[in-house]
């Protein structure tokens, strides 16, 4: 059986997070980056490490943000929109992912491709069926 490295299926605590992100991110990456994680980790939009990382690639070109232009909450609320839709659409394709080893019995992970075309074919099905 094919086996997830922990990182994408162990569940964190608040507390755990907060040791990553002060550890790891804070020293090195601007203090917009770290706000949104925290954030994302206090509202439990973030539950493993690998979804720390997805949430992290989406908003790390904030350490380029010039400091002399302002960052308002409209930005704010479209960044951290960002974050939550690469998190579920990183939990699609785990499962997605998932439902190919299981159905196909594979001895190891399917390519990118091949889940991607099997989610758009379960979409394609999902709105068949809801017409």
């Known amino acids: 059986m094919i086996q997830k490295d922990k990182a994408y299926t162990e569940k964190?605590?608040?507390?755990?997070?907060?040791?990553?992100?002060?550890?790891?991110?804070?020293?090195?990456?601007?203090?917009?980056?770290?706000?949104?994680?925290?954030?994302?980790?206090?509202?439990?939009?973030?539950?493993?490490?690998?979804?720390?990382?997805?949430?992290?690639?989406?908003?790390?070109?904030?350490?380029?943000?010039?400091?002399?232009?302002?960052?308002?909450?409209?930005d704010r609320a479209s960044d951290y929109r960002h974050i939550v839709e690469a998190i579920a659409d990183d939990r699609k394709f785990q499962q997605a992912e998932q439902e190919l080893i299981t159905i196909n019995r594979l001895e190891s992970f399917p390519k990118v491709d091949d889940v991607r075309s099997y989610m758009r074919m379960n979409n394609k099905l999902s709105e068949g069926l809801a017409v």
């Open 12 to 74: 964190l605590g608040e507390i755990e997070f907060t040791q990553i992100i002060d550890g790891w991110w804070a020293p090195t990456e601007n203090g917009l980056i770290i706000d949104h994680l925290k954030e994302a980790v206090a509202n439990d939009v973030i539950q493993t490490r690998h979804e720390l990382d997805v949430a992290y690639e989406v908003i790390s070109d904030l350490n380029d943000w010039p400091e002399h232009e302002g960052y308002g909450s409209s």
